[in-house]
């Protein structure tokens, strides 16, 4: 019958032979089966029946395996070698599993280096499914809910159809008269078995579409470029625009006055946009014909200065 240390690869055969040693020194022992008593030692392993042959104890240190050597290296190097308190919490460990399986695995081992990694780790929960009133109240899921995850500012939301959501457990029903329960946007049970989300209102954003005539589109009413910049109709444009909110508004006199003084100043803003599209046009017209004077002053001046060339080099052909 073949054992474990048979099947491994060469490579792993050597690792094998080098965590022996480093254990047994680990622990101060001349050899490693030292190490796991014999009472709780592992069983041996029949590879053609993949079982253990529970009425034999594992002598054979090579057959243990890698990790759960690897684990007992570095078991000894955390508690220095101390092998009793090693054993007595390995029998520890043992004991809550015996009497199914009454000898040491390597998940016993893997819980032991990880106790001794992280000395100050919480305690596992209790398995005797007794818990106390405050432990229920926290951490059963019946009394979780839903709830939106608050994003920090400045981090945009996702879109609407990629949504994400926390479990959150309720609060106590009983709260103190000075403090406030910060409202909370739950999720509801819909009839098809998912969950509703409050609807928000959406949010109305400036968006220029550009098209042929350049619009402007800013909520539900739109202006083109040229409207903007001073065009005859523009301000007549902006003055039925207006008039039509006031005959739908039924407020105050002070609300009209603001409407019009934001008239007032939707057609001085037209009217100063006007006066610079004027300038800039007319900058633009004096600069291109000072280029085109001076290109016509030198293209002249050029030609003189050709012909006097000619004429003096016919003389001297003549003479």
Known sequence: MANRFETLKPDTKDLVNCLIPAAAAGFKVADALEIIPADIRMRRWDCDRRDHIKDQTEDEVRNWGVQFLKDLVAISRLKSGKLEEFQADLRAEVAKHEPKHPWVRL???KELKDKYTNPNRPLPAS???EYSEDEFSSS????????EQELPKGKRRRPRDHEFYKARSQPKAKLSKNKKQKDVKRLRRSSSGGYERPEKRPKVHSTFYPSADDRFTTGHNSMSVSDRFGTPD????ATRS???????TNGSNLELLRMQAELDAAEAEVNAARLRLSFIETKQAREAQQDRDARDKSSS?????????????DIDIYD
């Not at 059963?140 to 709830?147: N, R, Y």
């Open 242 to 248: 207006m008039s039509r909110v006031i005959e739908k």
């Open 107 to 109: 998940a016993d081992i």
């Open 127 to 129: 398995s005797s499914g």
């Open 140 to 147: 059963s899921s019946s009394l979780e809910e839903l709830v």
């Open 301 to 313: 001046i050029l030609g003189e200065s050709f012909n006097g060339v000619n004429s003096k080099h």
């Open 234 to 237: 523009s301000a007549a444009l």
